[in-house]
């Protein structure tokens, strides 16, 4: 919504600024303008905002927004005496269209223009009078310009946070969204190196809401079999037990043969510890599921016998 | 039914006692022996459930895992750990685990009791034992008491160290109750933690010891309590860890490997409260 308002906006005070010939300086005089904005359906209207600007000397010639600026064009421009109407219609990420109309003195002028959007309809009211002051009609060009480009360059300062943290954090959502949020090819690509990797892989496989694994199968074509099996051969090679433990139970046995069976607790070099307990543990816990079935067998031979022995 | 029949029925029960499980009912279950080569004798409990128990209540001896008892009286009498103790002739011979003190020698209290959690001392064990109550037997007199103020119906002490004897005898139960009950005492916990302590003596001779639990240092989240080892008590182990929250407290008494067993067990328990890796 935010960014809907800021965009309408930008594109009123680009459209607002007067018409001229592209020049570095332009002899202008002060205006300064109150404009109330208005969201339909919002049971406030926005705080009203005044600001001042440099319009060129004379009348006004054409209308506020006859420059065809960036995805915004003007058309159907009417004028009668000191009163003007047009419409307005922009493309681009942000649609939307409307129509204003303004009448003007030598001294000041009223007008409005209404905005429709995906978002809902706006509506503008605007007054300006006459200052007087001396000043170079140009800047406010010069100042939108470089307001534009300050907002394109966060925009995709934003878009490169999001697509590093998608590697970063491995979120393959964020190259498979409709649409995506991050488009960067280059991202996604490292993305998928990546996930390719013992420590990426590993994250996707933690995360275990399957989600997420199976999109980044999807998004980089693994081979999933072979991926683990080469991960796993590797961190073999590499004593890599933080991977080994929870992903490769074949080459933990391996390992804990080597470096965990026949040596005593405080033996076990301190690399290894944490690995060895966890093996211990994760054998310990075999032994228990085995007993565990053993004793419901028994109980379900007692209640055989019981009710066939009456007792 | 005839006695053919009943022959058949009971060969039918036994050889499902050799098959496989059906669905076992839902409910809160008494701790099972899930680990029978863990130790003769084990219970481990994650807060207050017991979760897995072998021959829990059978007396047995309790090596040095005494101590905590030892350590309960003394905390809970009239202690002061700057008090001096003067090790007597019959303490400076005590057998076993030892500090190595002299006759004569004067210690602080405080340093005598880390000796005896942190190292298993059996000399520092008993000049304490000597200090709070005149003589080691009257000291035991004070842990039976105790122990019957604790509900520890399988309990009975002979020393106050842990000494082999006929009647000196713990189950694996009652040391976690036991534990617990030590384990209310911070000073308890501050020194079951230690990996090392000192013990200075009066003219500074210094004693530096080592703690004899293999598990501090090693396993994430152990915090203590106690070892002990006799040949007839065997290997025997009080662990406690504390991992996000949640404390597991296990007790094995004549293990094969305690150490071994005891991080390994520490782990499953985690893991069925859903703290494991």
């Not at chain 2, 399988?154 to 000196?168: L, M």
Request: with cysteine; net charge positive; hydrophobic share 45%.
């Amino acid at each position: 919504m935010f960014r809907t308002v800021r965009t309408a906006t930008l594109a009123l005070a680009a459209l607002l600024a007067p018409a001229f010939a592209a020049a570095e300086t332009e002899p202008g005089e002060e205006w300064e303008q109150t404009t109330q904005m208005e969201m339909k359906g919002m049971p406030f209207a926005m705080p009203a905002t005044t600001w001042k600007f440099c319009k060129p000397l004379g009348d006004f010639s054409e209308p506020p927004q006859a420059r065809k600026d960036g995805d915004c064009k003007t058309t159907e421009v009417k004028r009668t005496g000191n009163t003007m109407k047009w419409k307005v219609v922009c493309t681009g990420q942000e649609k939307m269209e409307g129509e204003g109309e303004m009448t003007w003195s030598g001294q000041s002028y009223t007008g409005k223009m209404d905005m429709h959007m995906a978002q809902g309809d706006m509506s503008m009211k605007m007054s300006g009078k006459r200052l007087g002051k001396a000043c170079d009609a140009a800047k406010l060009k010069r100042d939108v310009a470089a307001l534009q480009k300050r907002a394109e360059e966060q925009h995709q300062m934003s878009t490169a946070m999001i697509c590093q943290g998608a590697v970063d954090q491995m979120t393959p959502s964020t190259f498979t969204g409709d649409p995506p949020l991050c488009k960067d090819a280059v991202k996604k690509d490292e993305f998928c190196a990546r996930a390719r990797s013992g420590k990426g892989y590993q994250i996707l496989k933690a995360r275990q809401d399957g989600i997420s694994l199976e999109s980044a199968v999807k998004l980089c074509k693994l081979d999933v079999a072979k991926l683990e099996a080469g991960l796993c051969a590797a961190a073999l090679a590499d004593k890599d037990v933080n991977f080994l433990g929870p992903n490769c139970p074949a080459e933990s046995k391996v390992l804990a043969k080597a470096e965990c069976a026949g040596k005593s607790f405080s033996g076990v070099n301190a690399h290894y510890r944490e690995f060895c307990t966890k093996y211990a543990a994760d054998e310990l816990v075999k032994e228990g599921a085995k007993q565990k079935g053993k004793d419901a067998a028994v109980e379900q031979g007692k209640k055989l016998l019981k009710g066939v022995l009456g007792f | 039914m005839t006695t053919p029949q009943r022959l058949l029925a009971v060969a039918l029960g036994l050889s499902v006692m050799g098959a496989a499980p059906a669905a076992t009912a839902t409910r809160t279950a008494p701790p099972t022996d899930r680990f029978p080569s863990a130790a003769a004798s084990y219970v481990v409990a994650v807060g207050d459930r017991e979760l897995w128990a072998r021959d829990a209540d059978a007396p047995r001896p309790p090596a040095s895992l005494t101590k905590l008892m030892t350590a309960l009286v003394l905390l809970t009498g009239d202690w002061s750990p700057a008090a001096e103790v003067v090790v007597s002739p019959r303490a400076a011979r005590e057998g076993g685990t030892r500090a190595g003190l002299r006759a004569g020698e004067r210690v602080p209290a405080g340093d005598l009791l880390a000796a005896a959690l942190v190292a298993s001392a059996n000399d520092a064990c008993v000049a304490l034992a000597e200090h709070a109550a005149g003589s080691e037997a009257a000291f035991v007199a004070r842990m039976n008491a105790r122990a019957a103020a604790l509900g520890l119906a399988a309990t009975h002490f002979d020393n106050a160290c842990g000494h082999d004897a006929p009647a000196h005898r713990a189950s694996a139960r009652d040391l976690l109750r036991l534990a617990r009950a030590a384990l209310a005492l911070p000073e308890v916990r501050r020194l079951a933690a230690l990996p090392r302590a000192t013990l200075t003596a009066r003219g500074g001779r210094t004693i530096a010891l080592a703690s004899t639990n293999a598990l501090l240092g090693r396993v994430a989240g152990a915090t203590g309590l106690k070892s002990g080892f006799t040949p007839a008590a065997g290997k025997c182990l009080v662990a406690v860890a504390e991992r996000a929250g949640v404390e597991v407290v296990l007790v094995l008494l004549d293990a094969a490997d305690r150490w071994w067993a005891g991080a390994a067990l520490l782990e499953a328990a985690f893991r069925e409260a859903g703290q494991g890796g």
